[in-house]
């Protein structure tokens, strides 16, 4: 158990709706990543918040947005949702924001859009 | 900018032989480097991770992986397979200037026969 927890495991939903994942990190970890992991695309960086700012931006939909709360639990929003989005979507978390620290990650949420 | 290259998406080892997994980096400046294990249905598990100490980097469950910057390479070894090792291994880079978002390879698939 990494200490990371991502509600809901799976979810199905119809195209054209809008989902919310939802991370907790490990205790004490400010930092928190989203990733989406597709077999065309491999394991995709999105979006990194740290201590509730948003850090860095990597291959994320205008259609998706993500915010980082007080208490340190992260959301990711995904709207207007398309077959393609149909993905394992992973939080990770790390206590700090520089690169020698390893990211903890979660156990993902299977999103099925049909 | 950086990124990793992981050749051969399939490797299938016999049980109690030596497991190489290869992985070749590019970063413009000094990396870290991380190797990743995903059992199925599961989130990622970090096996080891090179943070410019000791260039043989030791892991969990046996394995090892030398940085070698001569030939940008990061290459994941054991020295006999179990069957407990079949699973999916991504190695990672991280630069951590603004944020250690990591790239990752797109994984390689160890299958290990009796």
């Known amino acids: 158990d990494s200490g990371v927890t991502q509600t809901p495991k799976h979810l199905i939903t119809a195209t054209g709706q809008r989902v919310t994942l939802r991370c907790s990190p490990r205790s004490g970890d400010l930092s928190v990543y989203w990733y989406q992991q597709s077999l065309d695309q491999g394991l995709q960086f999105l979006i990194q918040y740290y201590n509730g700012e948003e850090r860095a931006k990597g291959n994320i939909l205008e259609r998706f947005s993500a915010q980082q709360f007080p208490d340190l639990h992260s959301e990711l929003n995904l709207s207007s949702l398309e077959l393609g989005d149909s993905a394992l979507y992973f939080c990770?978390?790390?206590?700090?924001?520089?690169?020698?620290?390893?990211?903890?990650f979660g156990q993902g949420t299977r999103l099925t859009v049909v | 900018a950086q990124s990793v290259t992981q050749l051969g998406s399939h490797v299938s080892v016999s049980e109690g032989a030596l497991v190489l997994l290869r992985c070749n980096y590019s970063s413009s400046v000094p990396p870290y480097l991380f190797w990743y294990v995903q059992y199925p249905n599961q989130g990622l598990q970090l096996l080891l991770k090179?943070?410019?100490?000791?260039?043989l980097v030791k892991g969990i469950n046996g394995f090892e992986a030398e940085f070698k910057k001569s030939e940008t390479s990061f290459h994941l070894t054991k020295p006999s397979a179990h069957m407990s090792d079949a699973a999916e291994y991504f190695c990672?880079?991280?630069?951590?200037?603004?944020?250690?978002?990591?790239?990752f390879g797109t994984g390689t698939s160890l299958t290990v026969i009796p």
């Open positions: 990672a880079v991280s630069a951590g200037w603004t944020g250690n978002q990591f790239y």
């Open positions: 090179y943070t410019s100490a000791a260039t």
């Open positions: 990770a978390s790390s206590p700090f924001s520089t690169g020698n620290t390893e990211a903890f």
